[in-house]
């Protein structure tokens, strides 16, 4: 059972960065998926960022491109998320996703992931 485990999370001024680690409990391989949602109160859950193993692309969401990047660490088993940029809106719990498999479309799908970690808060403070 692979179990993702999120770090990085904080508090953060308007403007700010923050940098999100998502390791996972064994190595990912080629067409696995693994993603960065957020889920904030009142809202529903949220893809942000991810991208399928092997496949030399990432995904963002339209809301933080140009402000959040995606990429895997030297370990194949890390998946990191760098927030410039930061507003309020980016308040929210963050969790680490993993699939075995996705198709490329639905990377930033939510329900297409079949194991969560724990989640890490970043707030994002005026």
């Known amino acids: 059972q692979v179990q993702p485990v999120e770090s990085g999370g904080g508090s953060v001024q308007v403007g700010g960065s923050l940098t999100l680690t998502c390791t996972t409990s064994?190595?990912?391989?080629?067409?696995?998926?693994m993603g960065w949602f957020r889920h904030a109160p009142g809202k529903e859950r949220e893809g942000v960022a991810g991208?399928?193993?092997?496949?030399?692309?990432?995904y963002v969401a339209d809301s933080v491109k140009g402000r959040f990047t995606v990429s895997q660490g030297n370990a194949k088993n890390l998946l990191n998320l760098q927030m410039n940029m930061l507003k309020p809106e980016g308040t929210a719990m963050y969790y680490c996703?993993?699939?075995?498999?996705?198709?490329?479309?639905?990377?930033?799908?939510?329900?297409?992931?079949?194991?969560w970690g724990p989640g890490t808060q970043v707030t994002v403070s005026p």
């Open positions: 991208i399928r193993i092997g496949g030399g692309s990432t």
């Open positions: 996703g993993w699939v075995v498999f996705c198709s490329s479309w639905a990377v930033l799908g939510p329900d297409e992931y079949r194991a």
């Open positions: 064994t190595l990912a391989y080629i067409n696995n998926c």
